[in-house]
């Protein structure tokens, strides 16, 4: 793993991966759990998982799968398709008339990212299907739900939507007890094919979620993701994303609201490899009480790309002097004429807003979450689906 590896290392944890990996452990064995001296993993120290024996989950029923799905809000159209434990669900699960089912297929093993590379080792075959030509196949659900104690999953998801296709995926992420979510999406869009993928993260207190999602867009196609994290006691949501043919479109948006002790970070990795592409990223993070946000987000400009267009904002709410964000916007540009810009900042409620409110009689409670909606909006509002939108503003707070 370039730049990554952790020459000598062992732990619980990385004994238990590497002997249910057997011969796939190999790339696992060589880069080891990354510590804060990987540049990559500064941030967001994985201490948490590494003195866990993690063992493979049992299949969990249709009853408990239910019971998990009432914790976090779902559209109630569309199909759903549930994955429990890292195993299909599947009396619970379906899929629109015209997704063809497929098998999984070799993928670029993303050896420079930990994510990737443990589910390398460790990964069982998620969902993997193909929207076809010109077909519009609507809302999909795709909800990974946990149940256990020391368990962990490494579902590997395939998605290729053919020319002029689309798709809306909501991605719900929820569960009980102490586990580790390690998803791996590949995602490969024909020219002019549309994704949207929303993702709600609101894993249990106690877990840990390491997602990494590769997507290839081609020509005039549109990948438009939207990430809210809210759960877990570490969570990485890790986008890896390549404008591969001109007029390509991608938004790599998210929101951060990060409570206790937790430690939520977006990382992303936007590489325009060809001209006249677009991309934009807008996140923003809440934090409270000792909670800590990290934004890692690489924007890549080959040579060839040139008239790129590329946007990247994160800007973080502090609501405790104790809370804290780590923040790393960057560009690398080898074309000369493009059009690229980032920037941060990072701020505490207006105590002059907040003095207003209560002075018009709103609980002081109340009046913080009023003001923190009011920052959180300009970003959801990127959410294009209303439905999907307002589903998310009920999973702020929860």
Known sequence: MSGQSVAGQTSAALDAFVERAAARSTVLTGTGIPTRRVEAWRYTPLRSITEIVWKEAAPLDAASAKNLLDKIAYPANGHLFIFGNGREVTSLSSLPENVLRTDAEAVDPLEDRFSAVLNGALGRDGLSIRVPKNVDAGLLTLATLHQGSAISTHLRHRIVLEEGASLTLFDANVGEGEYLSNPRFDIILAEGARLRHVKHQSEAENAAHLAIINVEVQGNAE?????????????????????????????????????????????????????????????????SDTAQGVFQGKILVDRVAQKTDGYQMNQALLLSEKAQINSKPELEIYADDVKCSHGATVGALDDEQLFYLRSRGVPEAEARDILVTAFLTDALELVADEALRELLLKGLFS
Do not use: W
């Not at 591969?244 to 936007?270: C, E, F, K």
């Open 223 to 287: 990948y438009d993701s939207f990430t809210l994290n809210s759960g877990g006691s570490v969570a990485r949501h890790e986008v890896v994303t390549t404008l591969a043919a001109p007029h390509a479109l991608v938004h790599v948006n998210g929101v951060q609201v990060v409570n206790g002790t937790r430690l939520n970070d977006l990382t992303s990795m936007i590489h325009h490899a060809a001209p006249d592409c677009n991309s934009r990223q807008t996140v923003k993070t809440v934090l």
